[in-house]
């Protein structure tokens, strides 16, 4: 049994914990990993499931949507990745949200949430009803948090940049459901990257036990009373699990415990991962006040001339709900920048001749004082006299919603070559024209006479 790339320290502190239990959890590290993936209900239907069925292996006990699946057949590069169908994550990551379980309606925050999978698990609870808050402080990482969103085409989304102080600042007791996937040593992770080892100590684990505390307390403060949090790592260490939530409750003894949970890798299939969900106590009856004073933001009205650059859609457009920002869209996505007023009308550099055009949620958090990358559904960008449609709308539309349409099979070359940015011949009428993988939406396209032109992103063409 080679288990020479686990730190001693690990080992010893292993042994210490799980006593006659440490020679099957050591006995794990000579298992392959566990691939697995979730289904997004946003999109997914049953057919979808018995489609991929020749890649699943079988079902995750704890997880709705969630499958086990063969990797010789590399669901990343499949077309159903491409259009959001399911979302690869492994399958104890899929717990925590589980535990939470949102409802729609909720008002949500995924407090440390890149790269986006217990996001738009969330997002696939709420099924477009209420609101989430996607944040991820490093802005490197929040990028691929917004491309998650996007390609799993979720529309009441906000995407967010920030320290969790300047979160709690902006909304104190607010959200009736928190995700606190906080930072950890990583310990559960160690099977399947061996490189994480090397950045564990001893040491590591008190400093994330320390900044985990400080996450803890800052969701507190912007959980409405009687509202849920659910707070998980995957890490085995207790100083960042069973102990730090006991810390956390005797700081704030109106949160009370109400499940612990804990995955071993030589239990179940899947890595090692905790997590608790907790209630604050709404013992003097404070939730419908908090909840009557949330802050929604405020918004200029859209010229009504907008609507006919909608042409191309079956829908109606709320333009009340729509949010105009100045700017220039870049490979990475949009990035809203919000002005300090309040009114949200500048974004990119100044002088730009584009406006970006937003969709916001019903009931919309005011977001004005914040970096945010995603302020909802990203609608496309008005140019001088012309509209372009974005990609995530084409994610976030069925066929239904569209006067064009053209369908590519899974299993056919021409969906492939869509992908790699080709052009594609069919004979519908012209304009805009929604490019869907086995009637699911994958992106754009513009017919002229007979001939598709390939509008899907440069930066997520195949090679």
């Known amino acids: 049994m080679d288990t020479s790339f686990l730190p001693i320290d690990f080992v010893n502190r292993m042994e210490q914990d799980l006593g006659p239990d440490f020679h099957a959890f050591l006995r794990s590290y000579e298992e392959n990993k566990i691939s697995a993936l979730r289904f997004n209900p946003i999109k997914a239907d049953d057919k979808a499931v018995e489609t991929m069925s020749s890649m699943l292996t079988g079902k995750v006990d704890w997880s709705k949507n969630g499958y086990y699946y063969d990797e010789t057949y590399r669901p990343g590069l499949h077309p159903y990745h491409a259009a959001g169908v399911y979302y690869i994550q492994d399958a104890s990551a899929q717990l925590p949200v589980e535990m939470l379980a949102p409802v729609p309606g909720d008002i949500c925050l995924d407090l440390c949430a890149a790269p986006g999978g217990k996001s738009t698990q969330i997002a696939g609870y709420l099924n477009g009803e209420g609101i989430l808050v996607s944040n991820e402080p490093m802005k490197n990482r929040a990028k691929i948090l917004s491309e998650n969103v996007e390609r799993l085409g979720i529309r009441n989304c906000i995407v967010t940049s920030e320290y969790p102080d300047k979160l709690a600042d902006t909304f104190p007791e607010y959200f009736d459901k928190i995700m606190v996937d906080a930072p950890c040593s990583g310990e559960g992770m160690f099977r399947k990257n061996h490189d994480a080892c090397d950045e564990w100590s001893l040491e590591s684990v008190e400093m994330c036990a320390d900044r985990q505390a400080e996450i803890l307390d800052r969701a507190y403060e912007m959980l409405i009373p009687g509202g849920r949090m659910c707070y998980s790592t995957c890490t085995f260490a207790k100083l960042e699990d069973e102990e730090a939530v006991a810390a ?160 590519l099979p899974a299993d056919g070359q021409d969906v492939q070559n869509y992908l790699r940015g080709q052009s594609v011949m069919a004979d519908v009428q012209d304009g805009w024209t929604l490019i869907t993988v086995d009637g699911y939406s994958v992106g754009w396209g513009k017919a002229v006479k007979g001939q598709i032109k390939n509008h899907y992103p440069k930066g997520l063409r195949l090679l």
Request: charged share 35%; with cysteine.
């Open 248 to 407: 956390f409750i005797s700081r704030h003894p109106d949160m009370i415990l109400i499940e612990e949970r804990r995955l071993w890798p030589h239990e179940v299939k899947g890595e090692g991962h905790y997590a608790a969900l907790l209630e604050k106590a709404d013992s003097d009856g404070r939730r419908e006040e908090c909840a009557a004073d949330r802050a929604v933001i405020s918004i200029k009205k859209v010229n009504k001339k907008i609507k006919e650059y909608f042409d191309f859609l079956r829908i109606d457009i709320p333009l009340d709900k729509c949010l105009p920002l100045e700017g220039r869209e870049r490979s990475s996505g949009p990035q809203v920048r919000a002005d300090r007023s309040g009114s949200g009308d500048k974004v990119g550099p100044k002088g730009s001749d584009e406006v970006l055009l937003y969709l916001l949620p019903d009931n919309c958090p005011d977001f004005s004082k914040l970096h945010v990358l995603r302020g909802g559904l990203f609608l496309g960008t008005l140019k001088k006299n012309r509209f372009e449609p974005s990609h995530a709308l084409a994610l976030a539309l069925t066929r239904d919603e569209v006067k064009n349409s053209f369908d």
